[in-house]
């Protein structure tokens, strides 16, 4: 039974800064890639970002790239997502979600289990 739990949500205000976190309760969590998507209200859920099992690769959406950081720390099955530079638009539920794959996917469907998710609101 895989479970993915994320925190570290809340509300800032425009150019400040969160720090997501996903505990994952997975035995063999190093064989899994991890990655973040978004939702905003009414609208499809997105990539936000990933990385591979071991750590040594990612891949970002663009409109996130070079604001936001994916890492993993494989000995605490724990995979964070740091967002600086924030902006209203980033406001969204934001979820982590996890493949046992050896390879980084961005499309939800390639993902098997997800996390209950943890809002991030931007003020202006």
């Known amino acids: 039974q895989v479970q993915l739990v994320e925190s570290g949500g809340g509300l800032v205000q425009a150019g400040g800064s969160l720090r997501l976190s996903c505990a994952a309760s997975i035995r063999t969590f190093s064989s899994y890639a991890m990655a973040w998507f978004r939702q905003a209200p009414g609208k499809e859920r997105e990539f936000v970002a990933t990385i591979t099992r071991t750590g040594g690769s990612t891949y970002y959406a663009y409109s996130v790239k070079g604001r936001f950081t994916i890492s993993r720390d494989n000995a605490n099955n724990t995979v964070y997502l740091q967002m600086n530079s924030l902006k209203p638009e980033d406001t969204a539920v934001y979820y982590c979600?996890?493949?046992?794959?050896?390879?980084?996917?961005?499309?939800?469907?390639?993902?098997?289990?997800w996390g209950q998710g943890t809002q991030v609101t931007v003020s202006s």
């Open positions: 979600a996890a493949r046992f794959t050896s390879t980084i996917y961005s499309s939800p469907s390639q993902y098997n289990y």
